[in-house]
């Protein structure tokens, strides 16, 4: 695989994440991962903990299905679609010099079936990105979106030393948002294994580099460090 930055950069223009779930199973705003308090903090780091203990089976990134009617005009019908073609996989979407970058965010799949999806809160007065025992399609993005869905598994730096082995421990780096109220907001996550670790951030790419962005999802290659941003509101 080749980091095709330029390529995605070019081809995203103006493209809007229409995907994404904006409103809640009841009806509310979807929140994801801002908390209130430390209550609410607390409670999506005992969900996140389900993860804690779990072999990890399978990885898969969530994106804006760019080349869609590029190489598949026949695709009449909207939907998820599943990257198959090696063409696609010699230059994926989200591939960049030190980091992954997804529209959406991703999945993870246990040995035992239970999924795990990071993805970002709606940008606006509560931002940050979380991690929930739920599928993203219905939940983190529409089920019926025109979303590119890559099986990445061990095909990543990031994650072959986590695929196949069990996760040891799941660190939401919570910070301050409203210094006066208690809220707090999660830019940053750890998943760490029993042979390496991954960092998850709020991050897109721009001309090739790695920019703070309140709805994109940034995996960090091994070798890359957190930026300084991470736990920076503006």
């Known amino acids: 695989m080749s980091a095709s930055g330029p390529k995605r950069g070019a081809t ?17 705003g979807r929140v994801w991962s801002w908390a209130a308090s430390d209550a609410e903090a607390d409670a999506r780091r ?3 903990n389900e993860l804690v203990g ?7 990134y969530y994106t804006l299905d760019y080349r869609r009617h590029e190489l598949h ?14 063409s696609e996989w010699n230059e994926p979407t989200w591939l960049y010099d ?3 970058a997804m529209d959406y965010g ?4 246990t040995d035992s079936g239970a999924p795990f999806s990071v993805t970002w809160d709606p940008p606006g007065d509560q931002e940050g990105i979380g991690l929930q025992p739920v599928p993203m399609l219905g939940t983190g993005v529409r089920s019926d979106a025109d979303v590119a869905i890559w099986e990445v598994g061990d095909r990543t730096a990031s994650w072959t030393p986590m695929v196949g082995r069990r996760v040891t421990g799941v660190e939401l780096h919570y910070v301050p948002w409203e210094e006066g109220r208690g809220s707090l907001w999660c830019p940053h996550i750890t998943f760490d294994g029993e042979d390496g670790h991954v960092e998850v951030v709020m991050g897109d790419s721009k001309d090739g580099g790695l920019v703070p962005s309140a709805d994109n999802v940034g995996v960090l290659h091994p070798g890359t460090s957190v930026p300084a941003w991470f736990s920076l509101k503006d």
């Open 46 to 48: 005992h969900d996140a």
């Open 73 to 86: 005009p026949e695709l009449i019908d909207g939907g998820p679609r599943i990257i198959h073609s090696e």
């Open 106 to 109: 991703l999945e993870v799949t």
């Open 12 to 28: 995203r223009s103006g493209t809007r994440k229409t995907g994404a779930v904006e409103i809640g199973a009841r009806g509310e």
């Open 98 to 100: 030190g980091f992954d």
């Open 54 to 60: 779990e072999r990890i089976r399978a990885v898969r």
